[in-house]
């Protein structure tokens, strides 16, 4: 072995349990290359001729049983094993393991019986070779007597493993013994390793596992991967970083990678001088370590965690500067940048220091670690991840300059930075069991950020935008049959995988949303400190909070039963009003979008529409704007109202999680007060009005002349969340209605409606932070509407800018960018793209991804596409958003589906096996569709494909794309002849 080699291998062995087993470890590494053993040629040709002797009678015996209908030994648990080790019914698939054994643990989740207490992770990433070396030790114990242990492995090459009993200290060693380990089997399929001893473990004994591996540094945004940026001098600087949720720590140490299993953190890791380290906790030592090929290392010790799940475990190697601040109890906040990104990160600093002092006051628990560090990784799936002490961010999620960054993208950050601090108490102070709680974490931080940037930035009316950006979609996805449960079984990685989605995060915010209206703020804070005190450092499920909630109720109210109803069955209710002179009927009944669809086509689904729910029915009258509540407790309900009511509205402000009909005379009075005068109504409620009428004529229970009648008042309104779900709707009819009669009427009533609103707003970047936000849609949605006095506006402004420089104001640039593109040719597509690859400001680069996308020729569309083929030009993770951009295009509608399927192996190759990110793309570009051919063609191409935890999502395009040919069929006609009439008028 070559020096550095060696050197190499030393950094690893110093520290070990024990003196004695490092000496061990390195004498074996320096004699037995790889473990690799010698003998002699004679021995070697009876060991060979043995070997094929018991194979052969093997392949006789089992040629003359023939096929099994099961295998005796398959699934069968061993002796010592309780029923209750058998989390999860056996897999189907029989689990073999590498050397061809049938692997004895047939189960996805670990055994129950193993607890570790605490990780020792010594590594070392080498940013030029990408080689990684490493080497773990874990103390831990056993519940019961055992002979073997399960743990987690992925994509790991693992070259020396050791157990040692700390139970019997010998003379030679008094720290411990090994034991002897008589199989030892590895199963990538399950990513479990199986470790089976000569003697039984015994209870409430410590024991400690070293294992030490070798892996490569890859760029699938997942494990520890490599990421890279270049600078202002046009150099490519490297940094090796972590994302581990949900299942990825098994990828880059061996560890019982579940989030019950718990445990303290130590950290060693090896760098060159020119970088800096990263870990959880602050740096306790940095020290000499040598040399490797050349170069100097240190190694950066890191003080122990506190107990925390494996999927929190992040750390960082990179050549990042950062900027500090700290809280009101002295607590640091960081945030690390690329040197020249870092006047970026001030605002999430500020926002960050800010957000720690009001979650410490509103959960009433101190943070528990000494800093909170954040840090912009350029590559990076997600938008950020809520790592203890070290979150990582998308660049897009945290830097923010103020003479280049839109409104919008500033908020972006805010609620981001927001959410992901509320996870340090909500969701790794205290964690779910199982995934299948995943909605505890993310529902949670997901309604938590919009009350912590509210409480920090008042005037931006985050709860008014909290309708819109969470409720709103998760009602759209929930109203499918191919949705699921808040609350659902998971078991492998791929199923875990498909449950990081809209329900998860946004239908668990609204739900939280509706409870904290029924049971008051005051009563959620002292419930949520309470149940943060009751369990900190360990797990909880779903009924552990609902129970604290009802003790601080006083049982008032039976919140467990309410809440049941929420998450554990998919779907919501619709609540249809009637009226008989005093008296309101509410009945309710689950609301699915294809219901009617599925009733004319005579489709059977497995999906009940029996089920109930328990639903706080809030309203208010034009006699009394003071909201009134009835309990409807999974049955329908009448009450009464002053017999001279002119009009009701209910759902008030949309704060709960279920939609409203009434009977047509009921929908007129509303609607003519809309038109009269909007502002008796809030504009959250004139949103909800807005979502509810087009969304039921979506599903059939509304003609589509009531939502066209209704979007008549829109000529005066001027709020931002009434428009903005104006809009929304609004496009996906243009999407639907492409190759139908009505299309051309509907974009010339589109522009009519949208016309004296952009007039109104006009072109000065000023006003209060919901003006800046509703001037940016309003005025992209008239270019892209071709209203004249917009475009004519936007035209000069791009024109002035590529040939000037001239500037264009953050909040008005997707305005005038579009107008450029759209109606511009290759020149000014060609500046822009050049102006992507040269900006230095994410949320500039990512504001020029999606104006790039709206260009009329085809051929500069096509050539857009090409480009997400190339890393180097158009990161992976960003690849969705130009697909989606261009398939919202009129001109570019089918080309992003052409390309998904022409370059599907491509895409595949680029995230791994992340077939939910897949998934999403199958969404992007198909969701528009609205033609039979559309619907064969999609369901032949992946008709025998695995789309492993993309599954559910290619299920909802197909039934999307279902709904949209059923739903042009039978609204085409009647609104063609309505904006006929209109437009004549």
């Not at 280049?404 to 908020?411: D, G, P």
């Not at 089920?611 to 509540?629: F, I, M, R």
């Not at 001279?644 to 709960?656: D, F, H, P, T």
């Not at 039921?696 to 309104?717: D, F, I, M, Q, W």
Request: with cysteine; charged share 20%; glycine share 4%.
């Amino acid at each position: 072995m070559s020096e550095h080699d060696v050197d190499d291998v030393a950094f690893l062995t110093g520290a070990t349990c024990c003196a004695g087993e490092s000496q061990s470890i390195h004498k074996r590494s320096l004699y037995e290359h790889n473990g690799v053993a010698v003998c002699s040629q004679k021995r070697a040709l009876i060991i060979a001729c043995a070997v094929f002797a018991i194979l052969f009678i093997v392949s006789v015996v089992l040629a003359a049983t023939g096929p099994q209908s099961h295998c005796p030994c398959l699934g069968v648990k061993p002796a010592d094993i309780d029923d209750e080790d058998n989390q999860l019914p056996p897999s189907p698939k029989i689990p073999i393991a590498t050397n061809n054994e049938l692997f004895p643990w047939n189960n996805p989740r670990l055994p129950t019986f193993i607890r570790p207490m605490r990780y020792k992770i010594n590594i070392h990433p080498n940013l030029t070779t990408l080689d990684v070396k490493g080497q773990v030790t874990i103390d831990f114990q056993v519940e019961k007597e055992t002979n073997f242990i399960v743990f987690h492995s992925k994509n790991l090459t693992l070259t020396e493993k050791h157990l040692i009993s700390n139970a019997l200290p010998t003379a030679v060693d008094r720290k411990g013994h090994r034991l002897p380990i008589t199989r030892f089997l590895e199963y990538p399929s399950g990513q479990q390793v199986y470790m089976e001893l000569k003697e039984k473990l015994r209870k409430k004994v410590n024991y400690t596992l070293v294992v030490r591996f070798n892996s490569r540094l890859g760029r699938d945004l997942e494990g520890f991967y490599l990421s890279s940026y270049v600078n202002k001098q046009g150099e490519t600087k490297f940094l090796a970083t972590t994302h581990f949720e949900p299942t990825y720590a098994r990828s880059a140490f061996p560890c019982f990678d579940e989030p019950q299993l718990k445990a303290r953190f130590r950290m060693s890791i090896f760098r060159d001088r020119f970088h800096i380290a990263l870990f959880n906790t602050p740096i306790a030592n940095t020290e000499d370590a040598g040399f490797y090929m050349g170069t100097g290392l240190l190694r950066d010790d890191f003080e122990e965690s506190v107990e925390m799940s494996t999927y929190l475990v992040a750390f960082v190697v990179c050549d990042y500067k950062s900027i500090m601040n700290h809280t009101a109890k002295n607590i640091t906040v960081s945030v690390y940048a690329p040197n020249e990104l870092l006047p970026q990160a001030n605002f999430a600093l500020s926002i960050a220091t800010q957000m720690m002092d009001h979650y410490e006051d509103y959960f009433g628990v101190p943070y528990p670690l000494p800093k909170q560090d954040l840090i912009a990784i350029p590559d990076f799936a997600a938008g950020a991840m809520e790592n203890w002490g070290l979150i990582t961010y998308r660049e897009t999620s945290i830097l923010y300059d103020q003479d280049e960054t839109s409104s919008a993208a500033k908020q972006w950050v805010a609620i981001v930075v927001a959410h992901e601090l509320a996870h340090q108490w909500f969701g790794n102070l205290v964690t779910m069991k199982w995934w299948n709680d995943l909605w505890l974490n993310e529902g949670f931080a997901s309604f938590l950020e919009y009350l912590g940037v509210d409480h920090v930035m008042p005037d931006w009316r985050m709860m008014e935008q909290f309708i819109l950006d969470k409720t709103q979609p998760a009602l759209s996805l929930d109203a499918l049959a191919t949705s699921h449960p808040i609350s659902v079984q998971v078991g492998d990685p791929t199923e875990i995988e498909s449950i990081f989605d809209t329900i998860s995060y946004n239908k668990g915010a609204s739900i939280l949303y509706m409870l904290e209206k029924f049971l008051h703020e005051e009563i959620m804070r002292s419930g949520l400190n309470d149940y943060l005190n009751m369990h900190m450092y360990s797990n909880a499920e779903t009924k552990d909070l609902w129970d604290v909630f009802s003790k601080h109720a006083n049982q008032s109210l039976e919140v467990k039963v309410i809440m049941d109803s929420w998450t554990n069955q998919m779907g919501f209710p619709l609540i249809t009003l009637t009226r008989e002179g005093d008296k309101i009927i509410a009945n309710q009944d689950r609301f699915l979008l294809t219901e009617i669809m599925n009733h004319d086509l005579n489709i059977t689904t497995k999906e009940t529409t029996s089920s109930k729910w328990y639903v706080p029915l809030s309203y208010y009258t034009d006699k009394d704007k003071e909201a009134q509540y009835v309990w409807m407790n999974q049955t329908n309900v009448e009450f009464h109202v002053p017999a001279n009511i002119v009009w009701l509205k209910a759902n008030v402000n949309q704060s709960g999680f279920y939609r409203v009909t009434y009977s047509e005379d009921m929908w007129m009075s509303i609607i003519a007060a809309l038109k009269k005068d909007h502002s008796v109504f809030s504009p959250a409620d004139r949103a909800s009005l807005i979502d509810d009428v087009f969304t039921l004529c979506r599903a059939g229970v509304l003609n589509a002349t009531v939502p066209l009648e209704l979007s008549l008042y829109l000529l005066k309104e001027r709020d931002y969340v009434p428009w903005a779900t104006a809009l929304e709707h609004f496009q996906g009819w243009a999407r639907r209605l492409a190759e139908s009669s009505s299309y051309r009427l509907f974009l010339e009533y589109t522009k009519r409606l949208i016309t004296p609103v952009s007039e109104n707003i006009g072109w000065e970047d000023g006003g209060p932070h919901l003006k800046k936000l509703m001037r940016s849609d309003i005025l992209a949605s008239a270019i892209l509407a071709n209203v004249d006095s917009a475009v004519n506006e936007a035209k000069p402004k791009f024109k002035a800018w590529m040939e000037n420089n001239a500037r264009i104001p953050p909040n008005l640039r997707e305005v005038v960018y579009a107008a450029g593109i759209k109606y511009g040719g290759v020149k000014e597509w060609e500046f822009c793209w050049d102006k992507y690859n040269k900006s230095r400001v994410p949320s500039e680069k990512k504001l020029l991804l999606k104006v790039l996308g709206v260009a009329s020729d085809p051929w500069l569309l096509g050539r857009y596409l090409q480009n997400t083929l190339n890393r180097d030009l158009i990161k992976p993770q960003d690849i969705k958003i130009v697909l989606a951009v261009v398939a919202a295009n009129p001109e570019g509608r089918l080309l992003p589906w052409r390309h998904l399927r022409a370059h599907w192996g491509h895409l595949q190759n680029t995230f791994g096996n992340n077939t939910f990110t897949m998934g999403g793309l199958v969404s992007a570009v198909t969701s528009h569709f609205a033609s039979e051919y559309d619907h064969k063609e999609v369901s032949h191409f992946f008709r025998r494909m695995d789309m492993g935890s993309g599954q559910r999502a290619l299920e909802q395009s197909l039934e999307t794309i279902m709904l949209n040919i059923h739903w042009v069929k039978h609204n085409d006609e009647p609104i063609y002849e309505w904006l006929k009439n209109y437009l004549k008028r």
